[in-house]
T-cell receptor, first 112, second 118 residues
Framework: GQNIDQPTEMTATEGAIVQINCTYQ??????LFWYQQHAGEAPTFLSY??LDGLEEKGRFSSFLSRSKGYSYLLLKELQMKDSASYLC?????????????WGLGTSLAVNP | DGGITQSPKYLFRKEGQNVTLSCEQN?????MYWYRQDPGQGLRLIYY???????QKGDIAEGYSVSREKKESFPLTVTSAQKNPTAFYLC?????????????????FGPGTRLTVL
């Protein structure tokens, strides 16, 4: 079967660092995405990993280990506006069957 | 400006009525997707299309239908056969060509339509 696991909820303090983990078991792998979704809004793309290692993009970094089926999203210097749900998604399939398998999301609350 | 539009933002319908949600994109993307999101359930794939005049069922296609007659448009019909149609519906699109390093063929989402069936 296909499965993506993320913690349901996390809390952190403004200015701190938080790491959101994602583990996956999918029948194929063609990249892993992280999206941010504020309540009532559409998801927006944050990062993409297809090779092992760390991808850094300003305050956000994402790490991938394909052998372990594991990724994390690291958010530094947390701001109140970072309170949102963070969705992990794995791209699998090929040709006309290419699609994203989504985790349920991690709801992050940033407290002052 | 390029993007994806969904209309309307809020939609109310009586039980037993079919309703069609619109999704239009001007990003020149080949692939389009429809998702449903319920509280605590994440994104669930309803239908997707990688090319005009072709589409595939997702994980929860029962009670829904789609068409893809034009590259820019991928309307979703919620039929009376859908048992629990009240939800937040999201449309997305992505490029399918081999991506250069600066592009990941990520999915871009429309603003969503919140459907309530009374």
């Amino acid at each position: 079967g296909q499965n993506i696991d993320q913690p349901t909820e996390m809390t952190a303090t403004e200015g701190a660092i938080v790491q959101i983990n994602c583990t996956y078991q999918t029948s194929g792998f063609n990249g892993l995405f992280w999206y941010q979704q504020h309540a009532g809004e559409a998801p927006t793309f944050l990062s993409y990993n297809v090779l092992d290692g760390l991808e850094e993009k300003g305050r956000f970094s994402s790490f991938l280990s394909r052998s372990k089926g594991y990724s994390y999203l690291l958010l530094k210097e947390l701001q109140m506006k970072d309170s949102a749900s963070y969705l992990c998604a794995v791209r699998s399939g090929a040709g006309n069957n290419r699609k994203l398998i989504w985790g349920l999301g991690t709801s992050l609350a940033v407290n002052p | 400006d390029g993007g994806i539009t969904q209309s309307p933002k809020y939609l109310f319908r009586k039980e037993g009525q079919n309703v069609t949600l619109s999704c239009e994109q001007n990003l020149n993307h080949d692939a389009m997707y429809w998702y449903r999101q319920d509280p605590g359930q994440g994104l669930r794939l309803i239908y997707y299309s990688q090319i005009v005049n072709d589409f595939q069922k997702g994980d929860i296609a029962e009670g829904y239908s789609v068409s893809r007659e034009k590259k820019e448009s991928f309307p979703l019909t919620v039929t009376s056969a859908q048992k629990n149609p009240t939800a937040f519906y999201l449309c997305a699109s992505s490029d399918t060509r081999l991506a250069p390093r600066s592009s990941y063929n990520e999915q871009f989402f429309g603003p969503g339509t919140r459907l309530t069936v009374l």
